[in-house]
């Protein structure tokens, strides 16, 4: 387990180091066109605190409402100066780099206009011959990601069945969190998504009747208690990765003409199942011993628990909420006679 974890931080400080380092021209044309798209909005914040403070010797009558609009006006000329200067700056840094990468592909392919691509909404539309560019909306991203938490209910289905169960409806708990790309399928259709990502999930179970699990050999079995038990928990930590097929009804919306899509922003439901490993078990027991001294027990090993799991799961909601119920194929014990397949029923957020 060590191992993976260490491959894992190796490889993401591997891919951020190379990242950082990484100039491409795209990411410094995002940084010019982001400059130009904030120097309006920061010159207008200080125009509006100028006009504040006219306004406050306004009311204070220290100057004639004729002085303030004069004064208000010759801001705003000042400000109108200093917003051309600072576009028509970053325009000739913007445009040296556009006509560099326009140069450059000529080698290869000429042609009278290129388009370039920066970030995924904004691409520049260069003509080589009168040295112009523009932007051009080329509508939403077909990934988006979302940050997944999900709670509910946990329990044991014996050879299919929950009658009469060994472990407390509504004491055994399960949590799932992690992070999910939602791919819209068809190009001009919002119904159908590819959902999948990694979670971490956590399935607790409180078993009846003053019980704990002892591991006999390959077996693992419930066992009467000797003490009165204030807590009997039988936790399992698992990484998987959810696969769905995600329908979602929020529909295609029109903006300048154009259409672009929004996800969770309406009714929708998910079909598929998740695969992934065990990370931990633990079980956790609470009592008073004979000479009237509080334990907590922690125990960690396998109890004989299956190192892979995989599942059907599916859930129905509208917006970020839905029902979500998740069911594993494989049982929770490796050999025990008895099947006992772990079941879950909550409620799932997908945060965009």
Same mark, same amino acid.
């Given at each position: 387990m060590y191992k993976i974890i260490t491959y894992v931080v190796i490889s993401l400080f591997l891919f951020v180091s190379k990242a950082i380092a990484q100039d491409t021209f795209e990411v410094r044309a995002k940084k010019v066109a982001d400059k130009i798209e904030s120097v309006t909005k920061e010159e207008k914040e200080a125009l509006k605190k100028e006009v504040e403070e006219v306004n406050v010797q306004l009311e204070n009558g220290s100057i004639t409402k004729e002085q303030a609009d004069e004064k208000k006006k010759k801001l705003a000329e000042a400000r109108a100066v200093i917003i051309g200067n600072k576009v028509d700056a970053a325009y000739d840094e913007l445009k040296v780099l556009v006509q560099d990468k326009v140069e450059n592909r000529n080698m290869e392919t000429p042609q009278d206009s290129v388009k370039v691509a920066i970030g995924?909404?904004?691409?520049?539309?260069?003509?080589?011959? &009168? +040295?112009?560019?523009?932007?051009?909306d080329v509508g939403e991203k077909r990934t988006t990601s979302q940050?997944?938490?999900?709670?509910?209910?946990? =329990?044991?289905?014996?050879?299919g069945d929950f009658e009469n169960s060994d472990y407390r409806f509504l004491g055994s708990h399960f949590y799932e969190w992690g992070m999910s790309y939602n791919t819209r399928i068809a190009k001009e259709s919002n119904l159908l998504h590819f959902k999948y990502g990694w979670s971490v999930m956590y399935n607790n179970l409180r078993p009846t009747e003053n019980r704990f699990f002892l591991k006999d050999g390959?077996?693992?079995? +419930?066992?009467? #208690?000797?003490?009165? +038990?204030?807590? &009997?928990?039988f936790r399992n930590v698992y990484l998987v990765a959810p696969l769905h097929l995600e329908f979602d009804f929020s529909g295609k919306k029109q903006k300048d003409g154009k259409p672009y899509?929004?996800?969770?922003? &309406?009714?929708?439901?998910?079909?598929?199942?998740?695969?992934?490993?065990r990370l931990k078990t633990?079980?956790?027991l609470k009592y008073e011993d004979e000479f009237g001294d509080?334990?907590?027990?922690?125990?960690?090993?396998?109890?004989?628990? #299956? =190192?892979?799991?995989?599942g059907v799961s599916a859930y129905i909601g509208y917006k970020e909420t839905s029902l979500?119920?998740?069911?594993d194929l494989n049982p929770l014990f490796q050999d025990n006679l008895v099947k006992q397949?772990?079941? &879950? +029923?909550?409620?799932r957020w997908d945060f965009n």
């Amino acid at each position: 387990m060590y191992k993976i974890i260490t491959y894992v931080v190796i490889s993401l400080f591997l891919f951020v180091s190379k990242a950082i380092a990484q100039d491409t021209f795209e990411v410094r044309a995002k940084k010019v066109a982001d400059k130009i798209e904030s120097v309006t909005k920061e010159e207008k914040e200080a125009l509006k605190k100028e006009v504040e403070e006219v306004n406050v010797q306004l009311e204070n009558g220290s100057i004639t409402k004729e002085q303030a609009d004069e004064k208000k006006k010759k801001l705003a000329e000042a400000r109108a100066v200093i917003i051309g200067n600072k576009v028509d700056a970053a325009y000739d840094e913007l445009k040296v780099l556009v006509q560099d990468k326009v140069e450059n592909r000529n080698m290869e392919t000429p042609q009278d206009s290129v388009k370039v691509a920066i970030g995924n909404k904004i691409i520049i539309k260069f003509e080589k011959d &009168s +040295l112009k560019f523009k932007k051009e909306d080329v509508g939403e991203k077909r990934t988006t990601s979302q940050f997944v938490f999900a709670m509910g209910l946990n =329990n044991l289905a014996t050879d299919g069945d929950f009658e009469n169960s060994d472990y407390r409806f509504l004491g055994s708990h399960f949590y799932e969190w992690g992070m999910s790309y939602n791919t819209r399928i068809a190009k001009e259709s919002n119904l159908l998504h590819f959902k999948y990502g990694w979670s971490v999930m956590y399935n607790n179970l409180r078993p009846t009747e003053n019980r704990f699990f002892l591991k006999d050999g390959d077996k693992t079995t +419930l066992e009467k #208690s000797p003490y009165d +038990l204030d807590e &009997s928990r039988f936790r399992n930590v698992y990484l998987v990765a959810p696969l769905h097929l995600e329908f979602d009804f929020s529909g295609k919306k029109q903006k300048d003409g154009k259409p672009y899509f929004k996800t969770h922003e &309406s009714f929708r439901f998910g079909l598929g199942g998740y695969g992934g490993i065990r990370l931990k078990t633990k079980q956790i027991l609470k009592y008073e011993d004979e000479f009237g001294d509080d334990v907590k027990q922690k125990t960690k090993k396998d109890y004989n628990v #299956s =190192n892979f799991i995989y599942g059907v799961s599916a859930y129905i909601g509208y917006k970020e909420t839905s029902l979500y119920v998740k069911y594993d194929l494989n049982p929770l014990f490796q050999d025990n006679l008895v099947k006992q397949n772990n079941v &879950s +029923l909550g409620v799932r957020w997908d945060f965009n």
